[in-house]
């Protein structure tokens, strides 16, 4: 799944032009951004902002039932978005993706919706130690609503998915595994695929948090054979407030809805109501037509330009990166032991030194990077730490990047007179 | 621009001015920024309505742990209602450097968990005697 393909190096300069934030003048006094923080939410190339103006401009209206010209152009490109999404993902049929906010509402949906119908007293939900919050706290609530319990997978010396202790926990039937793709911090990726082919074979459903690998490695909902998988539009160069939640059409025709509302229905009486079919039936109220039309050109942007050579890229950056950051000396880096399992995206601290301060003497360069837990509370816990500096590449990222960020983070520890 | 991470920042975080705690103190708290998870307790000694120590310990970045410093020099010798009286501006003078506004919170922890342990005591107190409402 990590294998390195063969694909031809990414055309950056015309890619970076594709990117207005990258291009415009900086602040007075400050230097050209360096923007290392696309695991939180990524840039937006023209084609998206053309996409969401051009829809506002010539086809804004509300969609469905509307019985005139312009609402039937909104509708067609608001369920053609549908289509481009599924096919983006490899979906079988597009009846199978809602739109939603983000990963974190999809999961959520999943959780209460399906766990609603589907969870009772003493059923085991399994997560991992390295999830994030938004992976978590959906499944606490459910299980406080339902009597559920939770268990988590941990993850090995080496910062990956600890498939024998999986193993271990299968033997107690656990009825949903929750599990991250690729993990938000340390950048691990997991193996999706056996460990829905195990899942299964206890009859469990698989729920993945695919917010970090949807930007960046190519999706197969049918060859991964997952059950559920949630995306944010807006960390793959789509819109803020566009996401994706991914389900079996079986599974989604058995769910009751999660909110209730308008377009949702089929026969509502002042008591009681009936409701309509997938996927209509998880999307209440007026949908966020243009995001998702946003979100389909960022899909569509993504694919020309190609997940593979994507990953090929974020991958030969982030291995420059950990080469570059062995060099330093009082500066611990947190991502999986094994290279090949690595994504763009990696932890470090400086001894000594808080990571807000690190992020904060890194801003002074313009060098853009979060600092925090990252939504990653039993993940920090496990590595010791309260929280770290994480750096993040995307497709618009250059060695030249990686260079300011060791030139700032070598700057940093002089400030704080780190040897 | 403007750093923030200027000597005064830097010497106070390498060596806090009234680290530590108070044993007994008469007044207590400690809270957590959730944002970052940096965490900060208070101690104070008071006597007739005047700070006559203070201690303050705890895990954070540069700039809450030097305002913190910073802000138990200050209050030595101020009466209760003085301490109390301290707004943010107030602080951010005496620092004395260009703090950002997402850093507002790290500057704004020790003042803000000093006035929870005022705020903590006078409630009991009143419970106590019977003059809350």
Known sequence: MAMQLATTPLDLDRIRADFPILTGPSPEGRKPLVFLDSASSSQKPQAVIDAIDSFYRESNSNIHRGVYHLSEVATGLYESARETLANFIGAADSREVIFVRNTTEAINLIAHAWGRANLKKGDLILVTEMEHHSNLVPWHLIAELTGARIEAVRLTDGLEFDMQHYYSLLAQQPKVVAVAHVQNSIGTINDIKKIAEHAHTVGAIVVVDAAQSAPHLPINVQDLDVDFLALSGHKMVGPLGSGVLYGKLPLLQAMPPYMGGGGMIRKVKVDQSTYADVPARFEAGTPAVADAVGLAAAAQYLSEIGLDAIHAHELELVHYAMDRFAEIKGVKVFAPANRENQSGVFSFEIDGVHPHDVAALLDEENVAVRAGHHCNQPLMDRLGVVATTRASFYLYNTRDDVDRLVDAVIRAKSVFGVE | ?133
Not at chain 2, 1 to 16: F, N, Q, V
Not at chain 2, 36 to 61: H, K, P, S, W, Y
Request: proline fraction near 4%; aromatic fraction near 4%.
């Open chain 2, 1 to 133: 621009m403007d750093s923030m991470y200027r000597e005064i920042i830097l010497e106070h975080h390498k060596s806090p001015h009234n680290f530590g705690t108070l044993d007994p103190a008469d007044y207590t708290a400690e809270d957590t920024n959730p944002l970052c998870g940096d965490q900060i307790r208070v101690d104070l000694r008071v006597e007739n309505n005047i700070v006559t120590d203070v201690a303050f310990t705890g895990r954070g970045c540069a700039v809450s742990i030097a305002s913190a410093s910073m802000l138990t020099d200050m209050v030595k010798g101020m009466t209760l209602d003085e301490v109390r009286a301290i707004t943010k501006d107030d602080l951010l003078e005496e620092i004395g450097i260009p703090v950002s506004p997402a850093r507002i919170k790290c500057a704004t922890l020790g003042l803000n968990v000093m006035n929870l342990g005022i705020a903590l005591k006078e409630a009991h107190t009143h419970e106590h005697d019977g003059s809350g409402s």
